[in-house]
């Protein structure tokens, strides 16, 4: 009897054991994760987001004038997969730490070679960067927050929000330098990649060797009509109407045998009926 008594007793262990471990319950800080391509910069941050909860948060649950986390948990960490520029610092690849420090005549933002850190193990001789800076003042935000904003092929502001308060510093990466590298470094020689470094170089108004990518990609492949346009575009930057919409025409009789294919198809019938009359204009000059 006592054996069934004792067997009842482990079972009843087993299954309350069972019961507990799969209870699901929400995190007073939840895992949070944002991530932020600029130019070809990954920017990554991992953190735990802590609310309000009707709370006094600055000078109070986060003193101060004291070494701050950045978030709940386990530390706040941040990953650039390239090299980037903080505060003109040449901050490497790779993952950091990050605190702050919360100040009533300012804020000072912290980037820590150490990226699993945490307040007791922090060290300042591992700091990267300290950033100098001011809050400003938001609309209630309960749970704390990273976000990107003014994100440019250059840079992003990186911000942390939360209460009514935001602070932000500035990241900056080489995007042209690297975009420059990747074409160099494009050996296979295909048309679509001196079409897509035209296309780069089309959008940073650099026409001449926007127009030399061009020509190489079409030397490979005459008949694509995205390579006929991306160069009727680069003519018309140059006010070279009359070819501008020659190679318009050319690259809508190309796209139209693949209607599918053809997604800037709007863009070029547009182009065709603004540069019609000019490239008129053109001939008619010349004509004179």
């Known amino acids: 009897m006592k054996k069934k008594t004792i067997f009842a007793v482990l079972f009843t262990l087993v299954g309350l054991a069972n019961v507990y471990a799969q209870l699901q319950l929400p995190q007073p800080s939840p895992k949070a994760q944002v991530m932020q391509t600029v130019g070809l910069t990954d920017i990554t941050i991992d953190y735990s ?18 070494l701050w986390r950045a978030g709940a948990n386990s530390a706040t960490k941040i990953t650039f997969s390239k090299d980037v520029t903080i505060e003109n610092v040449a901050v490497a690849k790779g993952s950091y730490s990050i605190f702050i420090i919360p100040g009533q005549s300012g804020w000072t933002i912290i980037i820590n070679k150490d990226a699993s850190a945490s307040t007791d193990q922090y060290k300042q001789e591992n700091d990267v960067v300290r950033v100098k800076t001011f809050p400003s003042t938001i609309p209630k935000r309960e749970r704390m927050t990273f976000l990107f904003s003014n994100t440019s092929d250059d840079q992003t502001s990186i911000e942390l929000e939360w209460e009514m308060v935001k602070v932000s510093f500035a990241v900056k990466v080489a995007t042209d330098k690297q975009a420059e590298e990747n074409i160099k470094s494009a050996t296979s020689g295909t048309w679509r990649i001196h079409a897509n470094a035209a296309r780069y170089y089309f959008e940073k108004k650099n026409l001449n060797d926007a127009i030399k990518q061009i020509d190489m990609a079409l030397a490979l492949a005459p008949s694509e009509w995205y390579a006929i346009w991306i160069k009727a575009q680069i003519q018309a930057e140059l006010k070279e109407y009359k070819n501008a919409y020659a190679n318009a025409l050319k690259a809508k009789a190309e796209g139209d045998k693949n209607s599918q294919g053809f997604f800037y198809k709007t863009q070029v019938e547009k182009a065709i009926a603004e540069w019609k009359p000019k490239a008129d204009a053109e001939s008619a000059k010349k004509k004179k």
């Open 49 to 66: 987001s802590p609310a309000v909860k009707g709370r006094t948060i600055w000078g109070d649950l986060v003193p101060y004038d004291q």
